[in-house]
C-alpha cells in the first residue's frame, strides 16, 4: 500500500531558527498538501502542490515538491512560537480521492 | 466556508456499548466523507471513505462490523463505532471536499474513551 514518511519525527527548535520537514512517498503523487496540526487541534490545509519541481512560498513557509512527484519539503524560516504544532504532507495516487497522511512532524518551538 | 462538523468532540462510554459520531458538512455537499483514526502523537490513518447513498470502503485491517459508518444524505456521514472496547479509545477525525476547493477540511474531532 502507499507509505509516506516524514523526517524528522520531532524537531525542537530555539525561536527564530530555521526548520524542515522532509516526505517521501513509495509511489508518485498526483500531488501534495500541506497541512497543520495544533496541539488538541485538527488538521488545517496549508498548501497544494501540483507540477514537478514545484516551489510555493507563503511568508515564512517555502514549500516544495520534487522532480519525481514523490518527495516534498516544508521549511520555516526565522521560525516563532506560533509555529508550534504537527506539519503533515499528504497525498493522493493516481484517481484515487482520498488523502494518505504522512507520519508528522512534530515542531516545538523554545522562546 | 467549507465548514465541517463533527459532534461529539469528547466522549466516555462504558466496554459494550456503542457510540455514534456525527460528521456534517455544513455549507456544501459532500458525496463522500472520510473517516480517520488518530493515536496520541501519531499520524491520521484512514480507516474509511463514506460514500453517500452507498457502502462505505474500508481500508485493510478495518473492521466493517466494527465500525458502522452510514452517509444517508449528501451532508450527513456517521460512524458507530460497536460493542466498544478499551483499545477503540482513540481520537477520530472526518474530513470532506468540497469540490469548489482543492484542499479537505476536516471536522474538529471526537476523543472517545472507552472505560
Known amino acids: 500500500g502507499q507509505q509516506v514518511m516524514q523526517i524528522p519525527q520531532y524537531q525542537h527548535v530555539q525561536e527564530g531558527e530555521d526548520f524542515t520537514t522532509y516526505c517521501n512517498s513509495s509511489t508518485t503523487l498526483s500531488n501534495i498538501q500541506w497541512y497543520k496540526q495544533r496541539p488538541g487541534g485538527h488538521p488545517v490545509f496549508l498548501i497544494q502542490l501540483v507540477k514537478s519541481g514545484e516551489v510555493k512560498k507563503q511568508k515564512r513557509l517555502t514549500f516544495q515538491f520534487g522532480e519525481a512527484k514523490k518527495n516534498s519539503s516544508l521549511h520555516i524560516t526565522a521560525t516563532q512560537t506560533t509555529d508550534v504544532g504537527t506539519y503533515f504532507c499528504a497525498g493522493n495516487g493516481g484517481g484515487a480521492n482520498n488523502l494518505f497522511f504522512g507520519t508528522g512532524t512534530r515542531l516545538t518551538v523554545i522562546p | 466556508g467549507a465548514v465541517v462538523s463533527q459532534h461529539p468532540s469528547r466522549v466516555i462510554c462504558k466496554s459494550g456499548t456503542s457510540v455514534k459520531i456525527e460528521c456534517r458538512s455544513l455549507d456544501f455537499q459532500a458525496t463522500t466523507m472520510f473517516w480517520y483514526r488518530q493515536f496520541p502523537k501519531k499520524s491520521l490513518m484512514l480507516m474509511a471513505t463514506s460514500n453517500e447513498g452507498s457502502k462505505a470502503t474500508y481500508e485493510q485491517g478495518v473492521e466493517k462490523d466494527k465500525f458502522l459508518i452510514n452517509h444517508a444524505s449528501l451532508t450527513l456521514s456517521t460512524l458507530t463505532v460497536t460493542s466498544a472496547h478499551p483499545e477503540d479509545s482513540s481520537f477520530y477525525i472526518c474530513?470532506?471536499?468540497?469540490?469548489?476547493?482543492?484542499?479537505?477540511?476536516f471536522g474538529s474531532g471526537t476523543r472517545l474513551t472507552v472505560v
Open positions: 474530513s470532506a471536499r468540497d469540490s469548489a476547493r482543492v484542499y479537505y477540511t
